[in-house]
C-alpha cells in the first residue's frame, strides 16, 4: 500500500475556485494522495452561485506533505490571524510548500518566502518584493520545496509539475493524457507582454479599469506592518 500523502487547499472568503480545481484534478490520482480542502472553521466557501460546503477546520489540520494555497483577493485574509497562523505552521513542516497565483503572496507573508523565487498572477506580481520574496515571470517556479504557478491556468501546470516530482514523469504524462490536457488557445493573449494593445485597453474598459489599487494598497500596507514588527 502507497505511503499516504496529505494534501491541503486552505481556502478563504473570495477563493478563485479554478486556482485549485486544476491542481486538484491531477494531483488527486497521485499514489496515496489524501485531499484535505480546509477552511477557518470549516466556513463554506462561495464563488458567484457555487458554493463549497462541508470543509474541514483548517485549525484542526495537524500536518500536511503538501501545502498548496489559491489566489484570490488577498489584502482581507492576509489580516486573519487564524488563516494566516496555519499556513505558518503547516508550511513550515511540509515536505513541499506551493500556491497558484496570488496564493504565493499569502505564503510570502507568512514568512515562508524570504528570499525564494516565486510565481504569481502577473498583476500583483511585483508585490511578493514587498514581503521579501523574489517575483518571478516564470508559468511555475521551482525554488527548493517551494513550487508556485502563474496566474490561475497556470495551477493545471504546476500541478504536473509536482506529480512529477512526487510520482515519476511517466506517471504525470499519463495524467495529463487522461485529463487530455493539450492547450491550443484560440488567441494569444494570455499574458500582457504577448497580448495585443486593443485587447489591453478593452481589458481597461471592461473591467473598471481593471482598478487594483485598493488592493495593491492594503498588501503594500500589510507588508509594511508586519516588516515594522519584526524590526
Request: charged share 20%; with cysteine; net charge negative.
Given at each position: ?18 486556482d485549485f ?71 513550515g513542516s ?120 485598493a488592493d ?16
Amino acid at each position: 500500500m502507497a505511503a499516504s500523502l496529505d494534501i491541503v487547499f486552505p481556502l478563504y472568503p473570495g477563493t478563485s475556485y479554478l486556482d485549485f480545481m486544476g491542481p486538484q484534478a491531477v494531483l488527486a490520482p497521485l499514489p496515496g494522495a489524501r485531499l484535505i480542502f480546509a477552511s477557518v472553521g470549516g466556513q463554506p466557501i462561495h464563488e458567484g452561485s457555487l458554493t463549497l460546503s462541508s470543509l474541514t477546520r483548517l485549525e484542526d489540520v495537524e500536518r500536511c506533505d503538501v501545502l498548496c494555497v489559491p489566489g484570490g483577493p488577498s489584502a482581507a485574509v492576509l489580516r486573519d490571524e487564524i488563516f494566516m497562523a496555519a499556513i505558518r505552521r503547516l508550511g513550515g513542516s511540509a515536505r513541499y510548500v506551493t500556491s497558484v497565483c496570488t496564493g504565493s503572496l499569502l505564503l510570502a507573508a507568512a514568512g515562508l518566502l524570504e528570499g525564494k523565487r516565486a510565481a504569481c498572477h502577473w498583476a500583483m506580481r511585483d508585490l511578493l518584493a514587498e514581503f521579501g520574496a523574489i517575483p518571478d515571470p516564470a508559468r511555475v517556479v521551482r525554488d527548493g520545496n517551494i513550487l508556485t504557478g502563474g496566474g490561475v491556468t497556470a495551477g493545471i501546470d504546476f500541478g504536473l509539475t509536482l506529480a512529477a516530482e512526487l510520482a515519476g514523469p511517466l506517471f504525470a504524462q499519463a495524467v495529463q493524457l487522461i485529463a487530455e490536457y493539450a492547450p491550443e488557445p484560440p488567441f494569444n493573449s494570455g499574458r500582457p507582454d504577448i497580448a495585443p494593445k486593443e485587447v489591453l485597453a478593452h481589458l481597461g474598459s471592461s473591467f473598471g479599469g481593471l482598478d487594483l489599487s485598493a488592493d495593491r494598497a492594503q498588501i503594500q500596507l500589510r507588508a509594511a506592518e508586519l516588516r515594522a514588527a519584526r524590526a
